[in-house]
């Protein structure tokens, strides 16, 4: 058995759920270079089917050395995450995936299928690393919901330390990133040595309830004492949040603004993208945020119309990255309000 390195997944039994994990699974095979792999996946209140379904993907993937493990429980994000982790203790490196994630294409994402070997090749020599995060950003929405744009900032203790390339990927070395649940690959004893693993477990971890992602959220500054890097701009998006599935010719044919973003949005808004000065970069993002923001609020509390709206956003970027007169033209995507 390779020890070097594995994937390790949480998921649980409920709607879409067993659609996702199929997803998730394609999508990395086929968007990544490499012939085979460890992939132990727990699933939380587990039942009958998917131990069906656990055999069909075994059958259908004979490349992958799947491990899986049926909670009958729901143990919740602290509960899961940590029976999984015992099964994956003996790894120096483990990919952790929930089983709602999709990797994109180098289409898409413009990152090349080896990115995985690369990721690894990375951590192998670069000692002081100890994450990888390679979650893909949508939009502005997506900031202030998860948290982004301070990772680069220089308030707070935030920032970039340098940048490399390895095989023509970028990585972002930051000073500092909080502990998240999303798409990281990680130098396992590490995340034991300063005290993120075990997570916290609650009895009543289940969504909808107050203790609803507590053990993420108590977890998250022990991050802080990690080595983190960002894998330029992410090649993993949320199921929940992304509207095309696994048609990638629709996201092709949807993909707003420029199409080559500096922040590595996707799906930006129209006039945040009109506000976008070719002064600003991925440091300054909060600076295009908050004039976004105040922008924005200016829409809805006055009333703006479009002349109106217009006359401010060329007041305000002097030096506009898109032409502000053809600015219509980049956003099909949302006057066909396909979200």
Not at 22 to 48: L, M, R, V
Not at 274 to 297: F, G, V
């Amino acid at each position: 058995m390779n020890n070097k390195f594995c994937i390790a997944t949480l998921t649980h039994d409920a709607l879409n759920r067993d659609k996702f994990l199929k997803q998730t699974i394609e999508s990395f095979i086929n968007h990544t270079s490499i012939p085979s792999i460890d992939w132990y996946i727990a699933i939380n209140g587990s039942n009958q089917s998917w131990v069906e379904l656990s055999e069909e993907l075994k059958q259908q993937y004979p490349q992958i050395n799947f491990t899986f493990l049926f909670n009958e429980q729901n143990l919740g994000p602290g509960g899961g995450i940590n029976s999984v982790n015992k099964l994956v203790e003996h790894y120096e490196y483990v990919f952790f995936l929930e089983a709602d994630w999709l990797c994109l294409p180098k289409s898409i994402s413009n990152i090349d299928k080896n990115w995985f070997n690369t990721c690894i090749q990375y951590l192998d020599s670069n000692q002081n690393i100890d994450q990888i995060l390679l979650r893909r950003y949508l939009h502005d929405v997506d900031d202030r919901q998860f948290g982004y744009n301070y990772w680069f900032s220089n308030d707070g203790g935030f920032g970039i330390k340098q940048n490399n390339i390895l095989n023509n990927i970028k990585f972002i070395d930051l000073i500092k990133k909080e502990y998240t649940n999303n798409p990281v690959i990680r130098r396992n004893k590490r995340f034991y040595d300063v005290g993120i693993f075990p997570l916290n477990e609650y009895n009543d971890e289940i969504k909808g309830n107050p203790n609803w992602g507590m053990a993420e959220i108590e977890a998250e500054p022990k991050g802080y004492n990690l080595g983190s890097t960002y894998m330029s701009f992410g090649n993993f998006v949320h199921c929940d949040d992304w509207p095309f599935e696994t048609d990638w010719d629709k996201t092709l044919e949807n993909i707003t603004g420029c199409g080559d973003c500096k922040y590595g949005y996707l799906l930006p808004k129209k006039y945040f993208c009109a506000l976008c000065d070719k002064k600003y970069d991925i440091t300054t993002l909060i600076d295009h945020n908050k004039l976004y923001e105040h922008l924005y609020d200016d829409i809805y509390e006055k009333n703006l119309t479009e002349e109106e709206i217009n006359v401010i956003i060329k007041d305000k970027n002097g030096n506009p990255t898109l032409n502000l007169d053809t600015l219509n033209n980049y956003f099909i995507f949302y006057e066909n309000q396909v979200i």
